[in-house]
């Protein structure tokens, strides 16, 4: 991919560390193919296979000190102003530049909450020290946390043009799946029907691919993040696929819901209607509450009493989250408050945040009534990106 985004990423990223104080930002990486950081497909977008080091400072030149068979390559991307390479030893190039670059902060890739924050192993941390020991940059380490939050939640421009393009493929998919779809077809068919033209549009699913697409139809569906199963569509189920592409490198993540109706019926029952209806209002009120400087938490609160005033249970699960290089992208969340999500839930709503508003509620003897958008924070309020699932899909 062309390594324009990565150099837009990289200078945003300087911007990020002056903002936040922050002298210098330092990603450690060895056999990054094998091991790779996160981080690396936004400051990158390559990989490296000796020890390397990628220095940005707040202010000056950006540095690659890789091993020199790596050199020519990462060169090539055109991403770092300088390369520098060594043969037998990291330790000496990365002294040099740590004295020339005098940081008072120095943020590392480690992370308790943020797994795109934690890419430095325990490993290199341990050589990391040995590095620098001896030196007073050993005290100057904190975790670049804030910085990575900020660099991936922040869309530039042509990352969300790349979102779009993404969305719309799946949106365009997912049109063709609801002219074929019909009682008795498997969930594996349904997903196959969408595999095939994935194919043969040369895309790649978003998440794991035994479960991208998922399909659940039915009661007895096993429920999110499950692989599809021979289970049939019957007439009275509700049925709902959760479905993503990857696209110039960005990510897609969708869902809808559809009723198949029983021999006499002209609309879905009063039920099934009830809930799907919920979850559409929920989305639009979340929506509506989604500005920056709001904590996440907030947000999914919105969405979740709306349900629960419905008559419904709680979804168990976060409102939304980040989306971007990958389908769960970013740090902060649309969260409740719950111990699994950490301080996630408290991250404020930033401007350029890319989420997805995924409510749910289950129908007893139907199914699941759910539906995913995609949403980008602008300064004024949340802008769809994903044309919305206003009404429930029927065959």
């Not at 196959?192 to 040369?202: H, V």
């Not at 696929?241 to 869902?255: P, T």
């Not at 938490?297 to 939304?320: K, N, T």
């Not at 969260?335 to 508003?357: K, M």
């Amino acid at each position: 991919m062309c390594a324009e985004i990565e150099r837009e990423k990289v200078r945003q990223a300087q911007t990020i560390l002056a903002e936040k104080g922050i002298d210098l930002w330092l990603t450690f990486v060895r056999e990054s193919s094998t091991n790779p950081d996160p981080v690396l497909d936004l400051i990158l977008g390559t990989s490296v296979t000796w020890q390397s080091i990628f220095l940005i400072p707040a202010e000056g030149e950006t540095v690659a000190l890789v091993g020199s068979l790596d050199v020519a390559h990462v060169k090539e991307k055109g991403v770092f102003d300088l390369v520098v390479g060594y043969r037998e030893s990291l330790r000496p190039e990365l002294l040099r530049w740590m004295e020339r670059f005098a940081p008072r902060r120095i943020a590392i890739n480690f992370s308790r909450d943020d797994v795109l924050a934690d890419g430095l192993s325990h490993g290199l941390y341990l050589l990391l020290l040995d590095y620098l020991s001896g030196t007073p940059f050993v005290e100057r380490l904190e975790s670049a946390e804030s910085v990575i939050a900020a660099l991936r939640g922040r869309k530039t421009e042509s990352e969300l043009e790349r979102i779009r393009r993404a969305v719309k493929q799946t949106q365009d998919m997912i049109a063709l799946l609801d002219r074929v779809l019909r009682p008795g077809m498997t969930e594996l068919e349904v997903a196959q029907f969408l595999r095939q033209e994935m194919e043969r549009r040369g895309l790649a699913p978003a998440w794991d691919p035994e479960y991208c697409p998922s399909v659940f139809t039915g009661p007895e569906s096993a429920g999110a993040h499950s692989p599809p199963t021979d289970r049939r569509i019957e007439p009275g189920h509700l049925m709902n696929i959760d479905f993503g592409v990857i696209l110039g490198g960005y990510a897609s993540d969708l869902q809808r819901t559809w009723y198949f109706r029983r021999p006499g019926e002209s609309a879905p029952p009063a039920e099934v209607e009830q809930a799907f209806r919920a979850v559409r209002d929920a989305i639009s009120l979340a929506a509506e509450a989604l500005r920056p400087g709001v904590e996440g938490w907030r947000v999914d609160q919105v969405a979740r009493e709306h349900i629960l005033s419905c008559g419904f249970e709680e979804y168990p699960h976060a409102l939304g989250h980040q989306i971007g290089r990958k389908a769960h992208d970013g740090a902060g969340l649309l969260c409740p408050r719950w111990e699994r999500y950490g301080r996630l839930a408290f991250d404020p709503v930033e401007a350029g945040q890319v989420y997805t508003l995924e409510p749910r509620v289950t129908v007893p003897g139907r199914g699941v009534a759910t539906i995913e958008e995609i949403v980008v924070v602008r300064a004024d309020g949340a802008e769809f990106l994903s044309d919305r699932q206003m009404e429930l899909y029927m065959k």
